[in-house]
């Protein structure tokens, strides 16, 4: 295939130790937006880019794609090494993950709603629009 399979940055995630302590810090000194929040983690909303803050995670990159197995194919076929299968998420999305020449981090990532088949364009988007009303 021509071209790239990545369509834009949904979400950057970061690193931290103290979920609660980093919350605090990206809810009340950064002022931003909490959209999702678990006991590991958090997300914040940067202007339609989520910020993902979580625990015991490697910090990386996620690259939206529209089908995360075709790439996945893709990609492998052209020799980018793999750390995880591409595979359903319990929180609703389908991702796999890859390192770079240098070991950075990349999750591929698409946001097929299980119940109606759309393809959302952010995590957000398949939240609050999909997974919260379907239930
Ligand atoms: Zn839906």
């Known amino acids: 295939m021509s ?5 834009r940055i949904p979400y950057i995630r970061i690193a931290v130790k103290d979920v609660k302590r980093a919350v605090g810090f990206f809810q009340d000194v950064l002022g931003l937006e909490r ?3 678990w006991p590991t983690g958090a997300i914040f909303d940067v202007a339609g880019t989520a ?3 979580e625990s015991g ?3 990386n990159v996620c690259l939206l794609v529209h089908d995360v197995d075709e ?3 893709d990609l492998k076929a052209k020799g980018v090494e793999f750390v995880s299968e591409p595979k359903d998420q319990p929180w609703g999305v389908r991702d796999a993950t890859f390192a770079d020449s240098d070991g950075n981090i ?5 946001f097929h709603c299980k119940v109606c088949g759309k393809a959302c364009e952010s995590y957000r988007e398949l939240l609050e629009e999909h997974l919260r009303k379907h239930r």
């Open 3 to 7: 071209g790239s399979h990545i369509k």
């Open 35 to 37: 959209i999702s929040e």
């Open 51 to 53: 910020l993902a803050i």
């Open 57 to 59: 995670v490697k910090p």
């Open 71 to 73: 790439t996945y194919q």
């Open 106 to 110: 990349f999750v591929i990532e698409s």
